[in-house]
């Protein structure tokens, strides 16, 4: 074991990298293998992180290494709006063909989610003429960048703190989370109360419809702890912004390709989006993200206003076509809901063990664990939490924090982890909420 070299990399992290960047697991790792990772220690995690959705091949697949090398000994980098390549190309149509709806899909690249969500916001704006954008509370669309992605996040601590003021013609709503209603109502006895508010209050006192360009949203939040909408919801506002004109702007960021157990977590809820956003997974930690939009929509958008220079990367964009040679040909979506199964099993059997666990939802391999004081009360118990967290990784589990209060625990394991390994990590949260418990 080399506890200097842990020391080391961890002081010159604290002399030379802003503060302001985050570390929640103090180790460093050096090496990763699908699900695993290994520090500079010696010590073997399973890895629950994926590095927030992104590795869902796995750490260091064989297959996509030879795919980013044979690109890189061929050509690095050029820019787009320059000259054309091949995996540019090749990739946006792949992407068109797997997107959801029937209408044709354009697509256009870049290399961060937060990147992603501001062009789909200009795209809105340029195609309906409108500069009005909806977003929910308890939303994450990015920090990358100061524009309207970071506007519609829908928590101010710590992603917006003294940041204002933010980007204009940017509103939010309360998100349809059933488990802490803003209303204080049950569904579905609520008859989807945050719905009516929206229609008959908010179009009245904030912006009518007919000044709203694009409703921006989660199909299944993200960093707001895995909550996932009623179907009735989606299936209504949809109607809604079809009825007056208003896009829909779909953020797949963190729930797309294969991780909720369809290729697209808005597959579970029959309708169609106008605008999609994909980044995270889509070339497997390599810099790439994306829109694919409705080819009557991106026919409005002006000639010049949508690119960068690193945008749709030739080595990203050939390990993308990879990736989803790897989904289809592995079925991976399938994949992805049989192990959701396995992990939902054993997150309700928790629930049933353990009073501090006060919800347990998700989709697919996307599954997560609300943890709370009381459950008649819903307080959260965020010192619980880190409590559990961080006697997993001192067991060898790495896990997420999430949740507008941190009090959610979720689960991001790799799309291929093999299941041994999975129900490995499920025994050891189990183990890490029963030592957290008797440490209280």
Known sequence: MNYALTEKYLQERKDYVISAVSLYHPITVIRGENAFLFDTEGKKYIDFTSGIGVTSLGHANPELIDAAVEQLRKLWHISIMNLNYPSYVELAKKISEVSPGKEKKRVAFWNSGS?????????????????????????????????????????????????????????????????????????????????????????????????????????????????????????????????????????????????????WAVEHFDVEPDIMAFAKAVANGLPLSGIAVRESIAEKVHLGSLGGTFGGNPVSCAVGLKVLEIMKRDNLPARAEMLGRIIRKRLEEMYEKYEIIGDVRGLGIMQAIEIVKDRKTKEPDEDITKKIINTARERGLLLLIAGLYSNVIRLHPPLTIEEDVLKRGLDILDESIKEALKKK
């Open 115 to 263: 990147e992603a969500i501001d062009n789909a916001i200009k795209v809105a704006r340029q195609a309906t003429g409108r500069h009005v954008i909806v977003a929910f509370e308890n939303a994450f669309h990015g920090r990358g960048t100061y524009g309207p992605a970071l506007a519609a996040t829908g928590k101010y601590m710590p992603y917006k703190e003294s940041m204002e003021p933010f980007s204009q013609g940017v509103e939010l709503l309360p998100y349809p989370y059933c488990y802490r209603c803003p209303f204080r109502h049950e569904y579905p006895e609520c008859g989807l109360a945050c719905l009516d508010y929206m229609k008959k209050w908010f179009t009245h006192a904030r912006y009518p419809p007919n000044r709203i360009a694009a409703f921006l949203m989660e199909m299944i939040q993200g960093e707001g702890g895995f909550v996932v909408p009623p179907k009735e919801y989606v299936k209504e506002l949809k109607s809604f912004l079809e009825s007056n004109g208003i896009l829909l702007i779909d953020d797949e960021v963190q729930a797309g390709f294969a991780r909720t157990g369809k290729m």
